[in-house]
């Protein structure tokens, strides 16, 4: 039900394969919402009881709307129901709340009439719901659509331009600046304050945020530098009111508030951008390696790979004494083939041996092309017996391949070598062995399997 658990649904990854990070991240978007929850039920309790000290914490400042309080309880349900079974609600309530903000912001003493009528105080302060609360709401409902509808980035982007607003009315009551703190109740910032960051960490699996909270270098610098460099223009705002007073006015509070978000941004944004480029470069170079390990034309290993692969192979299972086993692959009258049908045709003939190939091995099992048109196979862990029944296995596939379907006429065969490694002998014995079983096989009339 909630992030830690459900978030699969959005961002179709598994919580117990993600980093550190991450993890701690959607435990505190759920820790935030319970915050603004309970806040609001706290709000709503002393609504009810005619608490003035809570619906208007400072005298002479804004009170607290019951609307505001029920609409931050729904969008912090909002925020931690992402099961899919959810989505009809989700969608249903921040529609409601989009609508309600935006009727609020476009037709002020309308709406101001019409939410009058839910306040059923007969005395203490006249709650209202202001412009800046309704841009809030708007925002969060907003960005928590987005974010079911997989948008992400903007999602989180909403969710930072909807943290402006209370930000803004808590400068405010810092600076002691009227008119900013005018904008909200201090109650409804400590609300919303908590919601915006709990609707931007519900999405950390995608956007910027997975950018800055993610494994790479670039994402634990930023993560080191992010809540300082936004921190800067407050620490900056402080020192210049502290040395001129006058300053303290509505237009600097939005300028401290504004270089902040746009800082914050600016760092998420070169986050993103750059995790994406070191991720297209890791991508790049697991191909470089993924090249430099395989044969270009059947994908099979190639014979450096496999040498070294091999020789692992044959020392872990010395040390335990169990056999192993090498099988040298020949494809019978390869040259005739290519003169025949052509050198395309005989590409598509190896690449077609190598999946029948596959397709008798186990998993342990490795198979390489040595050069031209022969590959060898080793088998951890199985004798000589064994060797010659999966070799009899391969060649027998083969034998039967339907080849005609890559030419008319076209039969292909091998012939195969085995041989079973002693224990004195290294890698390059073993293949001689082998190899020589493969020119037995030949001499012998080829498609047929050899033991050395």
């Known amino acids: 039900m909630f992030l830690g658990r459900c978030h699969r649904n959005i961002g179709r990854v598994s919580t117990a394969h993600v980093k550190r990070p991450i993890r701690t991240s959607l ?6 919402a319970l915050c603004s929850f309970l806040i609001a039920v706290v709000a709503l309790v002393a609504y009810r009881l005619g608490l003035a000290d809570i619906i208007q914490p400072v005298a002479d400042g804004p009170a607290l709307h019951p609307v505001t309080a029920l609409s931050v309880m729904l969008l912090a349900v909002c925020v931690v129901l992402t099961m899919k079974s959810a989505r009809p609600f989700i969608d249903g ?11 609020r912001l476009a037709f002020p003493d309308e709406a101001s009439h019409w939410l009058q009528q839910f306040n059923s105080l007969s005395a203490g302060p006249e709650t209202a719901i202001s412009a800046s609360t309704a841009l809030c709401l708007l925002m969060l409902a907003a960005s ?13 982007m909403m969710s930072v331009l909807a943290y402006s607003a209370p930000a803004l009315a808590l400068v405010g009551f810092v600076l002691s600046v009227q008119e900013a703190n005018a904008m909200m109740s201090l109650t409804t910032v400590l609300m919303l304050i908590p919601l915006c960051a709990a609707t931007a960490l519900s999405t950390v699996y995608q956007g910027f945020l997975r950018s800055l909270l993610g494994p790479t270098r670039i994402s634990a610098l930023a993560r080191r530098h992010i809540a300082l460099v936004m921190m800067a223009p407050y620490l900056l705002g402080i020192s210049i009111i502290d040395i001129n ?26 986050a993103l951008s750059f995790c994406s480029l070191e991720r297209r470069s890791n991508i790049l170079r697991r191909r470089a390696e993924m090249r430099a390990r395989r044969d270009v034309l059947t994908g099979a290993m190639n014979r450096a790979s496999f040498t070294n692969h091999s020789q ?45 190939t596959r397709d008798c091995l186990r998993n342990s099992d490795a198979v ?44 292909v065969t091998v012939s195969i070598g085995c041989a079973e490694m002693v224990s004195s002998e290294c890698f390059d014995e073993i293949v001689a062995r082998a190899d020589r079983a493969l020119y037995e096989a030949k001499h012998r009339g080829r498609n047929q399997t050899v033991a050395a």
Not at 93 to 103: D, E, K, P, S, Y
Not at 144 to 156: D, F, P
Request: glycine share 8%; proline share 1%; with cysteine.
């Open 27 to 32: 435990g505190l978007a759920s820790l935030f």
């Open 93 to 103: 309530v921040c529609a409601v709340i989009l609508i309600g903000a935006l009727a």
């Open 368 to 411: 390489a092309r040595w050069g031209g048109e022969e590959f060898v196979v080793l088998l951890p862990a199985t004798d000589l017996n064994g060797a010659l029944l999966v070799a009899e296995k391969i060649r027998h596939r083969i034998d039967v391949g339907h080849f005609d379907e890559l030419a008319t006429g076209l039969h």
């Open 245 to 270: 007073p006058d300053a303290a006015e509505i237009s600097f509070v939005i300028l401290i508030v504004a270089s902040s978000q746009s800082v914050g941004l600016v760092v998420a944004f070169l």
């Open 144 to 156: 928590l659509l987005l974010r079911q509808h997989g948008n992400a980035a903007i999602s989180q």
């Open 312 to 356: 692992q192979e044959i020392d872990k299972n010395r040390m335990i004494k169990s056999n192993v086993s090498l099988l040298f692959i020949d494809v019978d009258h390869f040259k005739r083939i290519n003169d025949t049908y052509g050198h395309d045709t005989g590409d598509q003939v190896l690449k077609r041996i190598i999946r029948l």
